[in-house]
């Protein structure tokens, strides 16, 4: 700044050292890009929703899971469009229980995605105080699609195992009941047999 004086111009200025202020926005950047991965590779997102305002904040994996523009703020309804018909109840409860002051809660769901194609989610969210004393619900959601179609599709083998199992059970039993009536057929058979050679 210039220092209005007499003569030739004077200026005033200081230095400040922001090494330390750089190196902790760089530290959380890393951070920032470290959790972001680690939300990607797990499937899973963070969201807040303050029940007073109503204010929901997503993390970019919510985003994507959901498969809404980022520039879009997520809302109830903006979630319900995306939610499964038969699981629109599910979300009114949750909605209900969240605005009963409850503790948290945790519940799953599936989505129907514009294409057709449904997704399974599981979402746990716990109550807590922002700094304006309001309620609030911290939260993850989780894609757990990949998960819930190998379990549909190990249980549809395990019921297919069974009935091989109770095939097999009633092939053996067929075996083994002809074998228990082919022995004393054999032996009236024989007895028949030298009884005629006999006669």
Not at 22 to 39: C, M, P, T
Not at 40 to 66: H, K
Not at 146 to 155: D, N, P, T, V
Request: proline residues 4%.
């Amino acid at each position: 700044a210039r220092i209005p004086l007499d003569g030739p111009p004077s200026f005033t200025g200081y230095l400040r050292d922001i090494m330390e202020r750089k190196q902790w926005e760089q530290e959380l950047r890393q951070s920032e890009a470290f959790l972001s991965e680690g939300q990607r590779l797990s499937r899973t997102g963070s969201f807040s929703w303050c029940l007073a305002t109503g204010d929901i904040m997503w993390s970019d994996q919510v985003y994507r899971i959901f498969e809404f523009d980022q520039a879009v703020p997520g809302t109830l309804e903006l979630i319900a469009t995306r939610v499964h018909p038969e699981d629109l109840p599910l979300l009114y409860h949750m909605g209900q229980l969240a605005q009963g002051a409850a503790d948290g809660f945790e519940y799953e769901h599936r989505l129907q995605m514009p294409d057709g194609s449904v997704k399974y989610l599981h979402l746990v969210a716990h109550a807590t105080q922002n700094q304006h004393d309001q309620l609030e619900y911290i939260g993850a959601v989780q894609d757990i699609t990949k998960r819930r179609l190998a379990e549909m599709a190990l249980s549809e083998v395990r019921s297919e195992l069974a009935h091989v199992v109770r095939v097999a059970s009633l092939g053996a039993l067929t075996a083994s009941i002809a074998h228990e009536v082919n022995q004393p057929l054999s032996g009236i058979l024989t007895n028949a047999s030298t009884c005629l050679r006999m006669l």
